[in-house]
């Protein structure tokens, strides 16, 4: 069983619009939850760290659903700029990462 | 802003010959950890290392992969006879603090081709 699921896409959605992934993960011990942000043939970067209380960044706002070991990103009003891969870490022993979610912003 | 610094950007090598990458993690971090990415696919675990020593390692870190900081600053990664399916771009990251609250610190990569 894999550690972290994740829908890889892609989602091609218009500039403006709101999308939303979700991810799920095997551990219930995990502690720790992250957005990475992934660009084509870039290293990953953190995008934002998600509480239990839920959280939010701006046009992101990140849920953690413990019970149901679910962890969902939401993006309002999209821009060009947010294109990229959005990968889902969950920690265990190290840092798992899920196979990411590929996202093009249309104009 | 402090940053892992990754070297070479690209390496091209013939299989069965050695490679060693580079890793200069963030100055005052205490935990070091190598990734790879074949073309495509998931940012996979490779190795952790605090402390001196390895502290987690996956399936994929056999024996023909090793780690080590040498000087205190750099943190290199040893593929001894490189396969074809080791083509790939490699992270290294590195954190502060161990895996909780923690956050990974990614180098650029270096991307390996194995001909």
């Known amino acids: 069983r894999k550690e972290v699921e994740q829908d890889p896409g892609p989602f091609n959605v218009p500039e403006g619009a709101t999308v939303a992934f979700n991810c799920t993960y095997s551990?219930?011990?995990?502690?720790?939850f992250f957005w990475y942000r992934q660009d084509c043939r870039k290293e990953p970067k953190l995008l934002m760290s998600?509480?239990?209380s839920g959280n939010e960044d701006g046009r992101f706002t990140a849920q953690l659903n413990r019970a149901s070991q679910y962890i969902s990103l939401l993006i309002r009003d999209s821009k060009l700029s947010d294109s990229a891969t959005y990968l889902c870490?969950?920690?265990?022993?190290?840092?798992?990462f899920g196979t990411g979610t590929s996202l093009t912003v249309i104009p | 802003e402090p940053e892992v610094t990754q070297t070479p950007s690209h390496q091209v090598t013939q299989m069965g010959q050695e490679v060693i990458l580079r890793c200069v993690p963030i100055?005052?971090?205490?935990?070091f950890y190598w990734y790879r990415q074949i073309l495509g696919q998931k940012v996979e675990f490779l190795v952790s290392?605090?402390?001196?020593?390895?502290?987690?390692k996956s399936e994929i870190f056999d024996d023909q992969f090793s780690v080590e900081r040498p000087d205190g600053s750099n943190f290199t990664l040893k593929i001894r006879s490189t396969k074809l399916e080791d083509s790939a771009m490699y992270f290294c990251?590195?954190?502060?603090?161990?895996?909780?609250?923690?956050?990974?610190?990614f180098g650029e990569g270096s991307r390996l081709t194995v001909l």
């Open positions: 290392f605090y402390n001196n020593e390895i502290s987690e």
């Open positions: 870490v969950v920690t265990g022993n190290q840092f798992y």
């Open positions: 551990n219930s011990a995990s502690q720790s």
């Open positions: 100055s005052n971090h205490l935990y």
């Open positions: 998600v509480y239990s």
């Open positions: 990251a590195s954190a502060p603090t161990g895996l909780a609250p923690g956050e990974l610190f």
